[in-house]
């Protein structure tokens, strides 16, 4: 139970800071998603899917956004009436003043086995987390004792296990959040 105190601590911190910038946490998880989905996956039912909230609920979130100035919504061609939603440069300066990454320079300081291991065991929780919200089917609610079983959703960046990972000559980045920063210039062995 003490970990689980720690993570919704940190979980309450990560939340203060998105209140303090004048967004709301669900606000930056939109502007976090939509700044890192491929753009197949920004549509506000991707973003309902990947947060497991409702399409209602999704596209208030998104419309705030859109009034802030921080996104646009584009019909996406050949999609008929689905709308993919980009960052305005406006949203992109936004995100890079994401209060997460106070998070991630904290993770950034841990010695670099440490960084691993808080990674693994961070992926590890997630994965056995039962899905909640609208886009959970019934069996996904119940408990189950298969440890590797992945979340329901959408997830339109790796997990950072899949993240590329520094080498001597290669700068550490640390975690940004709850995301990896990826070296998307570095080669896919």
């Known amino acids: ?91 992109r300066q936004r995100i890079a003043d994401d209060p997460l990454n106070e998070i991630g320079r904290a993770v950034a300081q841990l010695e670099p086995n440490l960084r691993v291991t808080l990674i693994e065991a961070a992926e590890g929780v997630l994965r056995r987390l039962p899905a909640r919200g609208v886009g959970a089917a019934e069996d996904d609610l119940a408990s189950t004792t298969e440890p590797e079983r992945l979340r329901p959703g959408i997830h339109p960046v790796p997990l950072a296990s899949e993240a590329t990972q520094p080498t001597a000559d290669q700068p550490q980045e640390g975690v940004i959040g709850f995301y990896p920063r990826v070296n998307r210039s570095a080669p896919v062995e």
Do not use: C
């Not at 039912?45 to 909230?53: D, E, K, Q, T």
């Open 1 to 91: 139970m003490a970990i689980a105190a720690l993570l919704d601590q940190i979980g309450r911190r990560a939340d203060a800071a998105a209140w303090a910038t004048g967004l709301h946490p669900a606000q930056w998880s939109a502007l976090r998603y939509f700044s890192r989905a491929g753009a197949e996956a920004r549509t506000v039912a991707a973003f309902a899917a990947f947060v497991g909230a409702s399409l209602g609920t999704s596209w208030q979130t998104v419309k705030a956004l859109i009034g802030k100035g921080y996104v646009t919504s584009n019909k996406m061609p050949g999609r008929g009436k689905v709308l993919r939603i980009d960052l305005t440069p406006k949203g």
